[in-house]
Structure formats: structure tokens, C-alpha cells
């Protein structure tokens, strides 16, 4: 996990737990996070694990949909928590933290798209089963699916991720915000910082081009 490293690297020491430090770990989850930031600005270290706990699977899942490389995402998603650790003081907490933190993983993921020399471009298997694109952020795990049906998810999960990673830097990341993370288009317009025109007229050319790539692998 991320986490455990970034506590570390950010000096929150991973101490035996007392019941006090239990408790006080379990208030902080119930917290939001603008009252999670003001505590670490208190002084309070513990708060910045609660952060990382809060954000560090979902970061991963986004940068990693974005860049198509796992061991790349972690480092960018780790690179994401030094930057807010070290700035966090600068953070306008009028505005909303998970915009903040997505825009910075936004901007480390699309600088490592840009510095890339390699064709970006992937191979990607048949899709057995349509994608329903107005279902966001789509679900790829139920415990109350069989075994085989899992298998299906995981696949077809697979199967679009590579198909996310032929659509084009600018496209690619609103398609991964929206459909995928489940953000809103003013949440989307505030991470990469373009207007909402721009972000619905991005989203719609990024839908049409993930169909055109999809529809003839479909049966």
C-alpha cells in the first residue's frame, strides 16, 4: 500500500497504537477533509495519514488509468503526497480538497505522458460484453457475483483500460474523470483547469473515440 510508505516518508511514525491513538485515529475518519487539513495545520501529523488513507487508492486508480503503467502511477501518486505535505499550508480551503489533490496528480500524470518517447499506444483484446456509458463510475467487483461473472468484470476492466490508454492525453484524462472516477464536469473543469465548454466538448469527442475503438472488438 501506499500509504504505509508515505506516513513514513512524510515522518508520521507508525508507533504501537494505544487506545487513545485508536481513537483518536477512528474520530479523525469521521471528520471531513477540511477539517482533516486543519488539523494536520494545527499541528496534528496524525492527519496527514488520514489523508493518505482517504486518497491514496483512488489517486492510484486515476493516474494509473491515465499513464498505463502501475510501478510509474505509484511513484507519481507518492510524488502527488510530497507535494501537498510540503504545500498544504498554501491550500485555499474555501475550495474543495479532492479537487486540489486531483489536480495535482492530474498535472504530475499528464507531465509524464509528455516526457514519454514510446508510442502510447497499446494492443487490446476482444470486449465479450457492452459498456454502458452512462453508468459512473463503472464497478468492476461485487462479492455477490460468481466466481466466473468476477473473472468477466476483471477482464472486460482490463479490456477498457487499454482502450482508455489509445485515446489521446486531453481526452483521455476528462473520459477517466468523469466515467471512471465519477466527477463532475465543474469538479473536472477545476482539475484541469479549462472551462466547462471545453471539458463537455473533450468528454464528448473522448466518448465518440473510445466507441469507435471498441465497437468493432464487440460482438
Known amino acids: 500500500m501506499i500509504a504505509n510508505t508515505s506516513k513514513a516518508e512524510f515522518g508520521v511514525q507508525e508507533e504501537p497504537e494505544t487506545g487513545a491513538a485508536r481513537r483518536h485515529r477512528e474520530e479523525l475518519a469521521q471528520r471531513s477533509d477540511s477539517d482533516v487539513v486543519q488539523a494536520f495545520l494545527d499541528g496534528d501529523e496524525r492527519a496527514f495519514g488520514e489523508l493518505v488513507n482517504r486518497y491514496d487508492s483512488r489517486l492510484l486508480n486515476f493516474v494509473y488509468r491515465t499513464v498505463g503503467d502501475r510501478e510509474r502511477a505509484q511513484d507519481l501518486v507518492q510524488e502527488t503526497f510530497v507535494r501537498v505535505y510540503r504545500h498544504l499550508h498554501r491550500f485555499d480551503q474555501s475550495k474543495k480538497f479532492s479537487t486540489w ?119
Request: glycine share 2%; aromatic share 8%; net charge positive.
Open 101 to 219: 489533490i486531483y489536480t495535482i496528480a492530474s498535472n504530475l500524470a499528464k507531465n509524464e505522458l509528455r516526457n514519454r518517447s514510446r508510442n502510447p499506444l497499446v494492443l487490446f483484446q476482444t470486449i465479450k460484453k457492452n459498456w454502458e456509458a452512462d453508468h459512473r463510475p463503472l464497478e468492476w467487483e461485487d462479492e455477490s457475483y460468481k466466481p466466473d461473472d468476477l473473472f468477466r468484470k476483471r477482464h472486460l476492466r482490463e479490456m477498457v483500460e487499454n482502450a482508455v490508454r489509445e485515446l489521446p492525453e486531453h481526452h483521455r484524462i476528462v473520459f477517466v474523470l468523469r466515467e471512471l472516477e465519477g466527477k463532475t464536469y465543474e469538479e473536472i473543469a477545476d482539475i484541469t483547469g479549462v472551462n466547462l465548454g471545453t471539458v463537455k466538448s473533450r468528454l464528448n469527442r473522448a466518448r465518440n473515440n473510445f466507441a469507435r475503438i471498441v465497437a468493432p472488438m464487440m460482438d
